[in-house]
């Protein structure tokens, strides 16, 4: 076998990968939040602006923990995409979790009045998010999530629920 021709090898597969580490980001802080899903996806789809999304992690709608602060939950699981890709690429990709940091932004400008505090707000929350998803749990969570992803492109929510219960039980040992 010729190690270059090797699929995994491929940008394509490396790009893939990416996304699928960048969903199961948002799958994971999701669940680690009390949040409840309905699927995890890397199959691209159109959207209503006319551009493509690479993946998606359906929120299950009305069935979710109350927590303290909706806004910073929703801001830390948008940061959790980029976080985790960058887990696998080494750096982050602005470009791919575009829509997501113009989320966080429009999220975070109902709190911030200056231009100062937005971006003290912003630095604060990829912090927390940077480090809850660097945990030894989160990380092996994310990869099992990710290697899912890969194999069969969509998976349940309670998949995400059961890999991370797993990776807690595993740092238990």
């Known amino acids: 076998m010729n190690p270059g021709n090797n699929k995994e090898d491929s940008p394509a597969a490396a790009a893939l990968m990416a996304t699928a580490y960048h969903e199961a980001g948002h ?9 409840t899903i309905q699927k995890a996806t890397i199959v691209p789809a159109k959207i209503q602006t006319g551009g493509v999304r690479l993946g998606a992690v359906k929120l299950q709608q009305g069935r979710s923990k109350a927590t303290q602060d909706w806004l910073e939950d929703e801001v830390l ?6 976080v985790a890709e960058s887990q696998f690429t080494g750096s982050y990709c602005q470009r791919g979790a575009a829509s997501d940091l113009r989320a966080i932004d429009q999220l975070l400008g109902t709190r911030a009045n200056t231009e100062r505090q937005l971006e003290k707000l912003h630095r604060r929350l990829l912090d927390k998010t940077e480090y809850i998803l660097g945990d030894e749990v989160h990380e092996k969570a994310i990869q099992l999530v ?6 069969h492109q969509t998976i349940k929510g309670r998949l995400v629920k059961h890999f991370l219960n797993q990776a807690i039980g595993q740092s238990k040992k």
């Open 146 to 151: 990710a290697e899912q992803l890969i194999e």
């Open 77 to 82: 699981i948008l940061f959790a995409g980029m």
């Open 27 to 35: 799958a994971v802080m999701a669940v680690s939040l009390g949040r």
